[in-house]
C-alpha cells in the first residue's frame, strides 16, 4: 500500500518570510514520483513542483524547491519570499503509474500581510 | 493550455436522484480521473479511465459509476444519490500511463444532497 501523510493542517507566514510544508510518504516500489499541487480558494488545482525519485538533486521551481530525502520517506516543500498569492491548500501526492495517485490531507498555507 | 472543464461548479440534488457529473479535457488526453475531496481526508480516488470505455475502480467506488464513451469526455454518476455523497468533486486528466505525467484538474462541482 501506498500512503502519504502532511502532518500539518494550518500553516501561516508572513508576506516575503519562508515556510517549509511537510510530507511523509510510505511505498515499497523503488521508481515513482512525489509532486506538490496547489489548489487556491475556489480555484484549480495546479502543479508546483515534481520529483523523481531517482534523482537525487532536489527540484527546483523559482521560489519553490524541495527536500526530497529517500531514505527518510520525506518529501518537504519550501517557500521562499512569500507572497500573498501563496495562500491556497498545498496537497503532496505519489505515483509510480501515473494511473492512480495517492493525495496527502492537505496543509492550508496563509500568508500574513 | 490544458483545459478540463467540469459542467457545474455548484449542484443541489435531491436524496435518491440520479445525479451526472460531467468532465471535459481538450488536450487528447488518455488518463481521466475522477476524485472526491472532503476537508481532512484530502483527495481520495472514486475511479479513473485509461481508455475510452475502459476504467478502473479506486478508493471510494461504492455509490458511484462511469462512464467514458468518448476520449474527451468523463462522467460520473451518483445512481441515487445520498446525504453523504454531499463533497467537492474533482475531475483530472493526464497524458498517460507513465508516473511522470502531470495531472491537470477542473475547477471542481461542489455536489449538495438534500
Known amino acids: 500500500a501506498q500512503t502519504v501523510t502532511q502532518s500539518q493542517p494550518e500553516m501561516s507566514v508572513q508576506e516575503a518570510e519562508t515556510v517549509t510544508l511537510s510530507c511523509t510518504y510510505d511505498?515499497?516500489?523503488?521508481?515513482?514520483?512525489l509532486f506538490w499541487y496547489k489548489q487556491p480558494p475556489s480555484r484549480q488545482m495546479i502543479l508546483v513542483i515534481r520529483q523523481e525519485a531517482y534523482k537525487q538533486q532536489n527540484a527546483t521551481e523559482n521560489r519553490f524547491s524541495v527536500n526530497f530525502q529517500k531514505a527518510a520517506k520525506s518529501f518537504s516543500l519550501k517557500i521562499s519570499d512569500s507572497q500573498l498569492g501563496d495562500a491556497a491548500m498545498y496537497f503532496c501526492a505519489l505515483t509510480n503509474t501515473g494511473n492512480q495517485f495517492y493525495f496527502g490531507t492537505g496543509t492550508s498555507l496563509t500568508v500574513i500581510p | 493550455d490544458v483545459k478540463v472543464t467540469q459542467s457545474s461548479r455548484y449542484l443541489v440534488k435531491r436524496t435518491g436522484e440520479k445525479v451526472f457529473l460531467e468532465c471535459v479535457q481538450d488536450?487528447?488526453?488518455?488518463?481521466m480521473f475522477w476524485y472526491r475531496q472532503d476537508p481532512g481526508l484530502g483527495l481520495r480516488l472514486i475511479y479513473f479511465?485509461?481508455?475510452?470505455?475502459?476504467?478502473e475502480k479506486g478508493d471510494i467506488p461504492e455509490g458511484y459509476s462511469v462512464s467514458r464513451e468518448k476520449k474527451e469526455r468523463f462522467s460520473l454518476i451518483l445512481e441515487s444519490a445520498s446525504t453523504n455523497q454531499t463533497s467537492m468533486y474533482l475531475c483530472?486528466?493526464?497524458?498517460?500511463?507513465?508516473?511522470?505525467?502531470?495531472?491537470?484538474f477542473g475547477a471542481g462541482t461542489r455536489l449538495s444532497v438534500l
Open positions: 479511465s485509461y481508455d475510452v470505455k475502459m476504467k
Open positions: 511505498t515499497s516500489e523503488s521508481d515513482y514520483y
Open positions: 483530472a486528466s493526464s497524458m498517460g500511463p507513465s508516473a511522470k505525467n502531470i495531472q491537470y
Open positions: 488536450m487528447d488526453h488518455e488518463n
